[in-house]
């Protein structure tokens, strides 16, 4: 049976959230069982798999109830019930396999015997028809010419609209697995049934029966041969739609002209009224020409347009019968006509609202011709003034490009969200909104404090432009103090941490230290752009400020978790000496990360799962730390040293 060519549906879905960085593998789809043993005194029986059906025959004296199949499937998949575990086979069985991807598939199981040896020669020909050493040829017994046929040879229902789209899906010795259209009551099913000639059956053609679970008949031949029969019925999901398959191959590859061929596996002569629509990236679908279709084969060829733009599409094809209207799809990518710049993709998971300049790194969906990738030029482009984008990597597979972002141009450039993006191929160039917004990296400006006045051990906040201004993808260094004393001598504090991932900051928390010497200080502020020029308003330091008690709360071990760990994974754990209590833990902080959203224990915490970027700072650096405690209307540090956990 064909199936829905699924794969380009996945892609357009990976697309949405991929991220090209950690380049994740897809989750597999496979899901199948590979094998399905019965081991009885040390002699393994191994059942016959066909689709989705399994059948196996054991000896007559084996007892059906209690059976444990021994069963293999795909690697990374798991199965419903498990191998080993026993079962009634006296009746049908179910397995589900479910692969990486969630995705399931269900077998049914059907178990017989074999038949027990009767010692009859039935034809009179003075052999031993049953192999038991017995020559029977004079016992009455003989049948004569009857026939020993017992077969199913057609099934069909005829309280249906359509008998002929009863299916066939399997045939074995002693089953028949049949699809029905979808929407098919399957539980009243008046069936039309042909068998062997001068065969009768049980029950009767023409029954009305409840197919749901699967109906036994015996077909009894005219010499008395009897032989058993399991008719099983599936509903077909949406079963016209799966029944699309894109049979055209490597469609980035096709011009506007040519033409898409699509199996339709339901299509039917009864089918005359049929249209096809074609649409790209998501927008509003257009009709598209037949040029022929082919009943037999049953193949609708689609002419794609003369002339299109690069993206994801997707044709869309409706029949009609009259009576039901059914519709189907077929997804693809065309790389061969105008580039198309889809937008800047997520990182992590989480959607970019900005880009940095210079030199930070971001992904694009960007459609362009596979065969000629090395002969295109990217931009940003602002006031007609071009900004050459730098090539990482170009995947034509996901159809995205890693860019970085130019170095800071020697002319003045303004932050905004008006820049464009612009993709330059065979003198001609492409011109799209880039739709987010591209700041602008410059020296720390207009820096003043919210107090000039600090006494050592003092956390204080300088404020200002592009003071805490930091790359989302990569490390940044932290923001720089530098303290000048008036014979010119200075030292530089490092900001305690950058105030929050991924957004234009305009300030950076600062500490004097404690042993930091009385003064008066001219200052500037450095970020990793450069050094900002002396502000004219002095600092001045004073004597320490007053010590405060510490907490009783103490940090025993804090750890950074594996994250395959089985508990706690990607997340930091910190355990204390004793019960939490009525103290309040407001964060986890580290030099260049503040964790604010916790779990609380009796006398432990943990952090919420961590983004790949901080998890891989932590587990990478080991960083010290302190956990922000308030109790009695006072704050505490209870500091630690991170260690890597299991």
């Known amino acids: 049976m064909k199936k829905l060519y699924t794969t380009l549906v996945c892609l357009l879905l990976i697309l949405g959230c991929k991220d090209d960085k950690d380049e994740t593998l897809p989750l597999s789809a496979e899901k199948n069982i590979l094998s399905f043993v019965f081991t009885l005194n040390d002699t393994p029986y191994s059942a016959t798999i066909s689709g989705t059906t399994i059948s196996a025959q054991l000896p007559a004296d084996t007892s059906l109830t209690t059976l444990t199949p021994t069963i293999s499937i795909s690697k990374g998949a798991t199965i419903s019930p498990n191998t080993g575990i026993a079962q009634d086979f006296s009746k049908e069985v179910s397995y589900t396999v479910t692969a990486e991807n969630k995705s399931t598939k269900t077998y049914k199981v059907m178990v017989t015997k074999k038949e027990k040896d009767d010692g009859k020669d039935d034809d009179n020909d003075g052999k031993d028809d049953d192999n038991n050493g017995k020559d029977d ?55 039309s049934i042909t068998i062997s000639e001068r065969a009768t059956i049980e ?68 089918h005359k009224n049929i249209k096809a629509y074609i649409s790209y990236n998501n927008k509003s679908k257009v009709e598209a020409k037949i040029k022929n279709i082919d009943y037999n084969k049953k193949l609708i060829d689609v002419v794609l347009p003369n002339t299109y733009t690069n993206g994801a599409y997707e044709i869309k094809i409706k029949v009609s019968d009259g009576k039901k209207e059914n519709e189907g799809s077929v997804y693809f990518f065309l790389n061969q006509g105008t580039p198309f ?165 305009f300030y950076a928390p600062f500490k004097i230290p404690k042993d930091f010497e009385s003064g008066k200080y001219k ?43 089985g508990f706690f994974p990607k997340q930091v754990y910190i355990t204390f000496n004793e019960a939490i209590g009525n103290a309040k833990l407001k964060a986890i902080v580290f030099p260049n990360l503040k964790i604010e959203n916790m779990i609380t224990y009796k006398s432990a915490v943990t952090s919420s799962r961590l983004s790949d970027n901080d998890y891989n700072y932590l587990m ?16 505490y540090q209870a500091e630690f040293s991170l260690v890597k956990g299991n």
């Open 341 to 505: 710049f889809k937008g800047v993709l997520s990182e992590s998971g989480i959607p970019r609202q900005r880009v940095l300049l210079p030199n930070e790194e971001f992904t694009a969906g960007v459609y362009i011709n596979p065969n000629d990738k090395e002969n295109y030029s990217f931009y940003l482009r602002k006031n007609g003034q071009d900004y050459s984008l730098i090539v990482k990597k170009i995947d034509t597979y996901y159809n995205t490009i890693r860019f970085e972002t130019p170095k800071k141009p020697t002319t003045p450039l303004e932050s905004g969200s008006d820049f464009q993006f612009v993709i330059k191929y065979q003198g001609k160039e492409y011109v799209y909104p880039f739709m987010i917004y591209v700041q602008i990296a410059d020296i720390p400006t207009k820096l003043e404090l919210d107090n000039y006045s600090l006494k050592k051990g003092e956390e204080f906040t300088v404020h200002g432009e592009c003071v805490g201004i930091r790359y989302q993808d990569k490390h940044t260094p932290l923001p720089k103090l530098k303290l000048i004393k008036e014979d010119g001598s200075f030292k530089y504090i490092e900001a305690l941490r950058f105030p929050e991932k991924g957004i234009l900051s």
């Open 137 to 191: 040829d004079n016992n009455g017994n003989d049948n004569g010419t009857k026939s020993s046929k017992a077969e199913i040879l057609a099934i069909t229902f005829t309280n249906i609209d359509y008998p002929e789209d009863v299916t066939v899906l399997d045939k074995g010795e002693t089953y028949i697995k049949l699809e029905v259209p979808e929407g098919t009551n399957i539980k009243a099913l008046t069936s």
């Open 203 to 270: 029950p009767k053609s023409g029954a009305t029966l409840d197919y749901s679970q699967g109906v036994r008949y015996t077909i009894t031949a005219e010499d008395k041969t009897e032989k058993i029969f399991y008719v099983i019925v599936e509903e077909g999901y949406n079963s016209f739609e799966k029944s699309f398959e894109l049979l055209t191959k490597n469609t980035e590859y096709l011009k506007g002209g040519d033409v898409i061929s699509i199996e339709v596996g339901r299509l039917k002569p009864r």
């Open 620 to 635: 990478n650096n080991l960083p010290k730390g302190y956990v922000l405690i308030e109790e009695n209307g006072k704050e």
């Open 523 to 565: 200052w500037t502020v450095t970020n990793f752009v450069g050094e900002s020029a002396v502000v004219d308003k002095m600092i001045t330091i004073e004597g320490a400020t007053t010590p405060v008690a510490p907490s009783h709360l103490k940090v025993t071990k804090a750890e950074i978790v594996d994250k395959s760990a």
